[in-house]
Each structure stands twice: as structure tokens, then as C-alpha cells.
């Protein structure tokens, strides 16, 4: 079949974008495009604006991509993990009303999984979904919802039954979030940003057919979201609007820095290694014996740990399937990110006590320091993480249960 | 050696924290922090009028209550554990014991009893933009003039500094280095010649300011060019003084985090009786408990003028400063995701630990500096 | 009354002293004296060959045997833990045949608590006692007895109800070791010392009214033993035989040359603190700034758990109870031995891979580094002592409970 | 750079992994370090013959294998892992490395085809008696004579030094210090004026010598005075293999202790299901994988002829160290008391890697020459 060989997929696309690129265009009309040929979302299947190749063909797609300059389809961050969660599991009616708007960038979406009240145990949402006999009436809490305050949808995780075990519980929906029922709150962090959302329930409502699986089945679904975050995205990008002129450039531009703007303290948050060296030769650190032992410590720890990563590629590239051992890596981020924080203030030393412009480097030293404790929580607790690699990788057994039974007699917090 | 504090010290204790738990809760705390000056003036008058703080640790022919570095320090302790916005260790423990140490006995009876009384508030300027802790780091330059003496340079890091109604300033003069040369002065703020700027400071519970001297005019505090023994022992008492309320503050966290992990349910269980957790406690009351060890030691150390005194404030500094940041680290893990939000307040003594890590010199300093004193 | 005041004891023990004490005796006569006058043990009951006076009149009495040069009683190590407990929970008959001969010295004795099947988790023993009619019948295994070799009785913790939950059918023996179905073996241990034994059982045979407390309560009195096992000894030690001419002295050197054989490598377990800054000194590693700060920390660890103690004993004095505080002692002391072979191996480089004579200071530094792995696991591992204090300082819940019900169906090694 | 092995890799491991599991268990490894000369010498002929790894990284052209690095550091960690008691490190690592890279093509032809196949057990002695380990601790002296050298001075720490049936020696010139002067000969262990003594080795599975040498006959192995850098060579090979034999020994010791964790029943369960012990499991693999990376990472490197290698095996090395140091104590931990006995054969592979931690210069001493590498 010719659609599965890299050459001739390279062939028709850099033909296809030769008609159809031209960065004046705006945004959406482009998009459009690629909707309607396929071509941004080529893994997809064809009856959802795709055109069916196989994943290990994007790359060479990309390239072409690359090479005129053109812009991706708008399906990164959390429109991506909507997709590949709808495309697995929704009802085709759910598909069609929202894919295609997800490859335009038309709607915006959002998570709406973790509560207050479980946060490593995110099977125990007691955010309650309830049908009214025509739609779905939403009441609760969810918190640490990335790009909520942007999102025209969610993926919403709320419990439908309250006698069943708790992961037999859930129901997974789409929920409309511009409606009076949904209210979205910054949550502001310790280092000064507001780059998660709490969102509030207040009887919203969902259509009678906007649940994602079967009713109850919530769980499976919310893993399929759930695998893809701690994934790499897998796309077309194409290129940014960086540094580029015309108007589909400047529009993807003002796109990218609405979605980065939550990230942009995630580089300090882990540590920030690659500061180290140029610090410590400026500050006279380098020259202190204890001090390079800690650097020669952390640039140990920063290095072994991609090489870890990449060891784990390899591995995977020969036919050996990704497992749980992705929480070694991140366990791992975790002390890099605090020795990091560590070295920073030895290096650093009184200007440590500063922030804001005060700070070295306009205040990025000090946002490494009130950052880093994130990293050992966000995605999963080290904690966490070390009940996965223990019971998973090295296969020892599991703690006893205190929340079998039916949810409802569980102790939560209240 | 005392291992234990006396009845009437853990009354004192007692009274303090009463009091701090009624005037510093944490929503006084953020209140504060957002002002320029930081502090509650009517607090800050109780203090002084009420429970005698300002003045504890200052001689009763000097205005002060006329107790020793064990009450200074439970003192400190306490407010460390509340976090209390006030310019007391910057006046109380900095300045006045700047002046305690360094001037004559006329200069004291006139300067302290004011400080004593919580009537003034004075400020220490030591350390400089380079921001080493030694005296090495020492430049502004002090000169004579016909009728005084006028000061030249840059401090910086100075707690309190911009809200200070009279600064103690070391300096040195020309042509010396090292130890040599140094002189304490004191130094209104509003002459000409000086210049405060508020820093930006990680922890907006203490204020910090950074102070120019251009020809700033200048009183000699003590005898001209004998600043460094004093100044050693009022940086150790300091250091004392921070320990302790360093180990408050890690009490205070830990404290927060045994509360949490009681009440907070996950995997239908308290996460206190998961392991991962109550170790993690354990090994936290474990440190606070070697540290306040420390700390309480070097008090009394101070107390009864042992000789190793200087050694041991930096093996507290040292070993409070660990504690603490450690401390303050796994409280937030263990309040999970709601402990790195804004509105949760373990970040508000995370920030105290980490500026309280670095101010005087970070625990490596401390220990080199331990190991060389209790070796003499 | 008289009884009660330290000036009047003083007094009639020095008189006491004077007319019986001479160190050309044999030590048998002595203490026959001591067990006979109650100066011996002046803290136990009168009617168990003691003086009924209150634990604080010790040291004034010590301070008279030590004035005259006199030896103390028997009842030191392992001799002492029987003698609390017998007194605190045996018979008469029982009282009566053995504290006197615990005083004189003619008795050694040796605890038998764990298992090899139950370490951290000391009532889970297996060792059985089943009565045959007239007689205990033993079957099982001990480990880590000190002193087994030399004992002639023992203290036994033996399952008597299967039944029964795990802490509610154990019993307390006292056994003969001088018998047929008694095997001991030293135990020897990874730095080359055997201080251990393993103790078998094979149809050992206890009288009937041997027991210790009723049956099935054998967990409280055991709780007696060990609370003292974690105390420091009361008594009137008087003086060692060391460095002293006369019969009763050489005898005394013999006994405690014994005595301390099994625990000549404790300060080596504990990582010999004492030592580092010599030895720094010596070979130049104390000139060597990276050192210096592991030197540093570990002399504060060292410092501050010594103050911390000192801070529990003079709380204590002032009327607090002593408490689980203790594990804090205990868990502090394994992280200075860890860093104290840390330190060690940093200041001996190359000669730490020697051993015996050709290791520094006669073998000792080998000694240290492969001794103070005990430290943290002898008298309950780090892990329990972080129990202890969770659960009984900070007041943190317990762990479900996996062993409750009929000990027979409690899962258990094999 | 390559991050996976390749199959011939995997398989050459399963082949190697298979005979030292048959060949070198325990109870032979336990039999082997109480004899005199700690190998089993139709082991190391089968070694040579059936596995080829006595030269598997020495060129075809020298008697060898002609493989590299990597599968040099496969064996070494199957060796590290299994403890084998055998001359390997000593002859074919060290030995036949000083002769790769510091001799003559014609003494290569001469020395390595012996060592090669097993024949010849050499021994490397660089180390004196002052424990140094950088060129400033070589003091043996070299002096020229009529037909040839001798060497006079002493050596320690000389790995098989007392089994061994050639040694290699680094000396230097009268004069000299530090990388100046140096020179490697190679000595006949039987000729007069060389002593042998056994040292007591905490590690009785790796045996060590004392070497004395008065006017002692030595034949120059390549240029005179050119040593320093075939030494600094022939030590970061070595440094890269032990780093490797190391991350071995630490997954045997993970094996077991998790192993252990699940058969071991306390409280009603299986330790391993208490977050005390799986939580350290975890962090223990965590440790061991990382060191395997930067371990596996050296050996590429050194294979690939990376500029960098020097301060790769100075990495390695440091990182292997630390991880099996903790690997070894939290094996002894999670098995409680009997991991303490002389029976568990946990301190077997604990005093591997006590004596691995410091040979060649403790974690230290390789971080710090790590930096000056890495920045160099």
C-alpha cells in the first residue's frame, strides 16, 4: 500500500502544501485546511480528518512541514489529550461535534480530574454527577485545572455511583464550561503565579449523551487521558510563529503564548542545572572545594538521569514496551531539582534572601528556590512514585486496602 | 551545664506564645508583609510595655528587664514559631546588642534605654553588596573630620533598615584590612548623606534595605579601630538568637504537617498512617529536636560566658539552618499540592527558612567556622 | 523513719562496710554477705534479701562501697533483667530459689525473646510450650541470646494458646539451660565476633510451676524485661576489680572479663566519634576543607544527641515521665555511627580496605566500618523506632492491622 | 553515542551470566577468599578458554579478543554481581591496560599474548604505602645501570600482587615529581631484591600485596619518563570497569534485599508491603539504575574514543561508589539482624564495595577531578 511508505507521504504532502501554505492566511482558514485534507492530524482516521499513517511516518510529514515554514494543527496540550481520549472512546456523535474544532483551534479545553480531597488519590473525586432524567446535573470541586480560565470544554471525572467501589464509580464527560454553573478561580501559588484553576460546580449541566465510555466506566477512559500527559505529545508541529512574518505567524504567535503562559516557571521549578556553571564561575563559588562537590554531585545526578531516559528510549526502539518505569525519571527530576535549589543558594549565597529584580538574573534565581518543592509533588508524589516503581518495577506487594467496599463508606475527607 | 528551663522561664514562655498567638496569627502576618514597614506599632508597644521583650536581655541599669540570652532566646523562639513581624531582632538583638558589646558605658546609658522601651528603633549595618559575611567584606570607609567623623560606602541587607529610626554602622578606615581598622558608629538615617532602599526581599515578613553613604556625619561608638571583637560577639549572639528562632519556626512547620497528615484522607486512611509519612515525621521531629538541642546549649552557653560560646553559635546556626530548610521542605510535601498554593501559610515559613539559611553566612560557613573555633 | 534518709544510710552501710568488706575474701563470701545484710541490693524488699530503700538513697550507698574499695552484687547484664522481673511478677517459690544466687553471682542467666522468625516483630514467636501433664515441653528457636554460652537459666517467651490472638497466648518461662534438650550456638556476625548465640530446643522440659506471671500473660512480663533492657541499670555497682590487689578483685576481673567479652565492638558500632579528630589530625585530612564539613557534621549530630539526652534526663528530674523519647536517642545514634564510618573512611583512605593489624589503631577502624551496620537494626530497627515515634510522640495513626485475629492464621515465615 | 546493547552485547552478558552463576556461587566464593591465592585456577582457565575474557578487549593482533570497553565493563559487572574471586580485574584491567597503552609495539607482542590467554597473571603496582593516589604519592625510584634498570622502593595496595607471575611497575627518575620522570617496567616477581606480603584485606574476596623492591632488576615497558600519561590512561580504564564491576555487585545486593522483602513475613505481612521498605527498595533502584547509566555511559565513551572519557570514568566511578555503598547498608537493613551474620552473604558484597569505595581515591577525590576534567 503506498499510504505506508514514508517517500511517498512526503511526496504528496510537500505537494500539498505547496498549493495549499501561505502564511497570510489566517490561522483558522488555514487550519481549515488541514482539517478538511487531513494532513494536520495524519495518524488519525480518515472519517475523523485524518488520513490513516502510521504514527512512525510523522516525522518525515513534520519535515515538510518544517521546510515551508508551515504551522501545525492547533491539537497540543490539553486539546490533544482531549482527542486522543474522544477518538478512543466517545460516541461518534461526541467526535464529530468536537474534533475537527480541536484541530482548528476553535475550541480551547481543559482536565478536570484532580479535587481537594484527592489529589494521589484521584479515584476518590466525589465531584457528583447526577441525571435529572434529561441531562447531567454537576455539583463539586476540581482543582490544578491547567488553562481552565481559557477552555470552552472539559474532561470532567465525577462519580455517578456512590455504592460501587470507588473506581467503579465514575463516569467521564465532556462538560460545556461557559455556562453559569461552572465557575473558574486562579489558584496562586507559593513562587506568585496563578497557573492552575479551581473550578467550581454549582448545578452545571451536561447533555443526557456528552459522557465519554459507558456510564461507570469513567476510570479506563480517565487512564487513556492519564497515559498520554506523562507522555511526549506525538503530531505534526510544524513550525512556531517565532521570528516570522505574516499573519498566520503572528496569530500562532498570540496562540503559543496564551497556552505557554502557565509553563513558563516549569524550567525553575526543575532546578535549572544548565545555570550552574556559568553562576558559579561568575559568584567565585567555583573556586570553593565544598561548593564544586555538590556541582560535581548534581551535574552527576542532572547527566546520569537523562542518560537514564535515554536508555529507556533505546530500549523501547528495540521492542521493549514503555512500563511504569517512567517514575524513575521523575523521581529522579525530584533530586535533581533539589540539589539544584540546593547548589543555587550556595552559589548564590546572601542574594539568595531576594527577589523579583533584586534577584540574579532578574529574579530567576530566586523563582528556582520557591519553585523547586514543586517538582517532588505535581504529576505525582515522590511518594507515589515510589509506590509505582515498588510495587510495579520490583514487584513487591501491594499495602493492605482501607478503601475496598463501596465508596460510600469509605473515609474521605470532608 | 542547664538542660532544662527553669519554671519561671517556661512561664515566660507560656506568656509569650499566649501573646503571639493572639496578636500574630497568620492573617496579621500576610497583613503585615504587604506593608512597607512591617510591623504593627501598637504591637510593637506591647511588647515592650506589656511583656518587657524589647529590653529583656538589656541591663536593669540600662533600661532593660535585666535577664540573659536564655529569655532573649525564648523570645526568639517564640517569635520565630509565629512568625512576628517586628523589627525586634533587628533592633533588640542586632543593634542593642551592637551597643551592648562595642560602646562605652556612658554611650549605653544613653543610647540603650530608649531601645529597651521599644521607643526606638535601631537598625545594624554590616554587611555590604558583595555579601560576605566576614570582615573581609568590611569597605565603607570611616574618616575623621575636624569635628567627627563621616562615613563612605555601601551596606546592604540591613533587617529593618529602611524603618529604622538610628543606624549602628561598622566601618573601617583607610588603608586597613581584615579585622584591623574597624569602628562601630552610629548614624541617623535622615542626615544627609544617606540613602535607604527597600531590597526585594524572598521573605516579606523581615524587611531588608540596602543604605548609601555618601560623607554621611557619624558618632564613634566605643574605641576607634576595635570594632572586630565586638562585632564577633555580637554576630554570635545573633547567631544564637536566629538559631533559636529558627528552631521555632521549624516547630511551628512541624507542627502543621503531624495536624495534616492526622486529619488529610487518602486510599480511604489518614496519610499519617501511611509510613512514607510518619517516618517522614518522625525523622523531622528527630531534626528539630537535635537542633533545639543546639540551640538551647549555645543559649545557656552564652548565659554563663563559656568560653566556647563562639564555636557553638555557629554549630546552632549551622545545624537550625538545616533543620529548619529541611523542614519547611517536607511540610510542603506533605501537604501535597494545597502546600505550594499561596493561601496555605507553610510557604510564609518556607521563605523565613530559606532567607534565615543564608543571612549571617549558609551552614558550610558556620561549620568551617565551628570547626576553628572549638579547635582554639 | 529512718530508712528514708541518705545521711542514716550512709551511715550504717559505712559501719557495715567496715566490719565485713576485705578484699582477700572470695567473691562467693562476699556476696553471701551482701545477699545475707540486703547491702547488696538495698533497693529490693527486705523479705528478698534487700533493704526497702527508695532508688534515690543509691548512689549515696555506692558512694561508700566505693570509698572502702568494696565490689558490688552479681546482679548486672542479663542477671538484672531476671531479677526485675522475677520480682515483679514470679512466685515465691520461684523468688526463693533464684534472687539470691542472681546476687552472689552463682547464677548466670540469659534472655530468650527473639526468633528468627520474629525480629522487629518480637510476639510473633513460635517457639512452643506445651504441657504434657506435669511438665513445660519446649520446642522452637531462639536468636541473639548474649550470654547463652554461660547462662544456667533462662528467660523464655513461649507460645502456649495458637489460638488466641498473637500478644494473648504467649507465656513466660523460666528455663533450665543445663539440659539435654538445650542446644546453644555462637552466632557469628559479619565483623568476625560471634557476642550471640542461637539457642535450639528439643523437647526441653520446664517444671510445672516455672512459669513466670499466669499463662497467656507472658507478653506483659516480658514488657517488664524490656523496659528495663532500655534503661539504664540501678544498683550498687561499687568498684571494678581493675588495677586492684586481693582475691575478691581478681575474681571480679574474671567475672567482668566475661561479663563485656560480647560487648567489646559496641563503641566500635557506634561508630567511635571519639577517635575523628585525632585521626584527622593525623593523617591530614583535617586540613582538607571538604572533610571538615563531614567532620563538622558529624560532631554537631554527636553533640546535639548527647544534649538532647541530657535535655530528656533533666526534664525527667524535674518529674516528667520518661517516655518513647527514647527512640528519638536511638535513631539518632544509627545516623551519627552512619556518618561517624562515613568520616572514618574519609580520614583513612587507602588502609580502610585493610583489616586486623594491618588496619589503624590495631584493627579498630576496620571494626568501625564493619560494625556500625548493627547499629541501626540491634534493639529495634530504625524503621520500628520511626513507629514508635509516629505513633506514641507525634500521635499518628497505626497501620491497618495484618495481624489480628487467631494467631494460628496469622500469616508468619515458614 | 549509544544508549542500548546490543544483541551479540545481551547475549555475550546471558553466556557470561550463565558460567559465573554455575562456576563462582557463593559457597565457592566464600571457599576462595580463605585461601592464600583467592582463585580457582580451572575456573580461570576456563575463563581464558571457553569464555575468551581474559583478553576479550585486547586486540586480535596481541593474542586478544579485539573487542572494546563495552565488552570489557559486561564482564566486569557480571563478575561484580557474581563477586568471582579471580585475578581479573588485576591482570587483564590493569596489567594488561598499562601494557596497551604504555608499551612498545614489540613488548606487546611479547607481554600481552600470555596475559591474553590466561597464561600469565600480572599485576599492576602504582600505590605506595602513603595511600596517595595521584602521581605526587609514586616515590619508587628507577636508576639506570649498566644493562638496564632497577627499582628501589615500595608498593602497596598491589591487587593479586602476592599470585601474581609478572608485575608491572611505575617508578620515577631520581629528581622528579609528580607526572615528570615516571616510567612503567615490568619486574619479575621472583627475582631477588623484590619481598611480597599479604596485606589483611577487609575484603577477603580481592586479595592485595606489599611489594618491596631493593635494587630489584625491571625491564622498561615504552619510553622512559613518558608514564604519566599511559597511567592516567590505563586508571580511567580501570576506573570505568570497576565503576561497572560495582553497579554489578549493587544489583545483586538489590536483588537479594527485594527478594528478601517478599518472602520475609513481620506483622502479618510481607516487609516489602510496608512503605518503610519499599520506598528504600525504590530509592535503591533509583541509585543503581543512575549509576549503571553513568557507568554503561563511561564505557561507551571509552569505547567511542569521546575526549571527555576521563572525566566520564572520574564520574562513574564516584557515582558507582556512593550507590553501591547504600545499596550494601540497605541490604543489610532490609534484612534486619541476620543480614548482620557471617552466614548471609550480604557483607560479602558490603566489604567489595567498602574496599571499592576508596581504591583508586574515594568519591571525593573523583568528583573533584571530575570538574577539572569535565571544565578542561
Known sequence: ?414 | MEYAFTDEQDQFRDVVRRFLGDRSPTTEVRRLMDTAEGYDAAVWQQLADDLALTGIHIPETYGGAGFGPVELCIAMEEQGRALLCAPYFSSCVLAAGAILHAAEDDQKANLLPAIASGQTRAALAVTEPNGRWSTSGIQALATRTGNGWVIDGEKSYVIDGCSAQQLIVVARTAGSTGDAGLSFFTVDPDATGVTRTALATMDATRKQAKVVFSRAPAELLGQPGAGAEPLSRTLDLAAIALANEMVGGAQALLDSAVAYANIRVQFGRAIGSFQAIKHKCADMLLDVELAKSAAYYAAQAAAEGDPQTPGLAAMAKAAAADAYMRTAANTIQIHGGIGFTWDNDTHLWFKRAKSSEVLFGDPTYHRELMLQRLEA
Not at chain 1, 194 to 220: E, H, L, Y
Open chain 1, 1 to 414: 500500500m503506498s499510504e505506508a511508505n514514508e517517500n511517498d507521504a512526503a511526496f504528496e504532502v510537500r505537494a500539498w502544501l505547496k498549493a495549499n501554505w501561505n502564511p497570510e492566511q489566517s490561522l483558522i482558514d488555514w487550519r481549515t485546511k488541514l482539517a478538511d485534507s487531513g494532513w494536520g492530524m495524519p495518524h488519525w482516521p480518515k472519517q475523523w480528518h485524518g488520513r490513516g499513517l502510521p504514527v512512525r511516518m510523522l516525522p518525515a510529514i513534520n519535515d515538510e512541514f518544517v521546510a515551508v515554514g508551515a504551522v501545525g494543527a492547533a491539537a497540543t496540550g490539553p486539546r490533544i489529550l482531549a482527542s486522543v481520549t474522544l477518538l478512543e472512546h466517545a460516541s461518534d456523535a461526541i467526535k464529530q461535534r468536537f474534533l475537527r474544532r480541536i484541530i482548528t483551534g476553535e475550541d480551547g479545553w481543559c482536565q478536570l480530574f484532580s479535587e481537594p480531597g484527592s489529589g494521589s488519590d484521584l479515584a476518590g473525586a466525589t465531584t457528583r454527577a447526577d441525571f435529572d432524567g434529561t441531562q447531567w446535573v454537576i455539583n463539586g470541586q476540581k482543582v490544578w485545572n491547567t488553562s481552565a480560565h481559557h477552555a470552552d470544554y472539559g474532561l470532567l471525572v465525577a462519580r455517578t455511583d456512590w455504592d460501587a467501589p470507588k473506581h467503579q464509580g465514575l463516569s467521564y464527560f465532556v462538560i460545556d464550561m461557559r455556562q453559569p454553573g461552572v465557575q473558574v478561580l486562579p489558584l496562586k501559588q507559593m513562587n506568585g503565579h496563578a497557573s492552575f484553576n479551581q473550578v467550581f460546580f454549582t448545578d452545571a449541566k451536561i447533555p443526557a449523551d456528552w459522557i465519554v465510555g459507558t456510564k461507570n466506566n469513567g476510570w479506563a477512559v480517565a487512564m487513556t487521558t492519564l497515559a498520554h500527559e506523562r507522555r511526549p505529545a506525538v503530531g505534526v508541529a510544524g513550525v512556531s510563529g517565532e521570528g516570522r512574518t505574516g499573519r498566520a505567524y503572528a496569530e500562532a504567535r498570540v496562540e503559543a503564548e496564551i497556552a505557554n503562559e502557565p509553563y513558563k516557571w516549569y524550567p525553575q521549578r526543575a532546578g535549572r542545572v544548565d545555570l550552574v556553571v556559568t553562576r558559579a564561575k561568575k559568584t567565585g563559588a567555583w573556586n570553593d572545594p565544598v561548593v564544586r562537590q555538590e556541582i560535581a554531585r548534581l551535574l552527576t545526578m542532572s547527566r546520569s538521569t537523562n542518560w537514564m531516559a535515554r536508555r529507556a528510549a533505546a530500549a523501547q526502539r528495540i521492542g521493549k514496551p514503555q512500563g511504569p518505569e517512567g517514575s524513575l525519571g521523575k523521581l529522579a527530576g525530584s533530586n535533581v531539582a533539589r540539589q539544584a535549589s540546593h547548589v543555587h543558594t550556595l552559589i548564590t549565597g546572601a542574594e539568595s534572601m531576594l527577589t523579583g529584580h533584586d534577584s540574579p538574573l532578574d529574579g530567576i534565581i530566586a523563582e528556582i528556590l520557591v519553585s523547586v518543592p514543586a517538582t517532588s509533588i505535581a504529576g505525582g508524589t515522590d511518594e507515589i512514585q515510589r509506590n509505582i516503581i515498588g510495587e510495579r518495577v520490583l514487584g513487591l506487594p501491594k499495602d493492605p486496602r482501607s478503601d475496598a467496599g463501596p465508596f460510600r463508606d469509605i473515609p474521605r475527607n470532608v
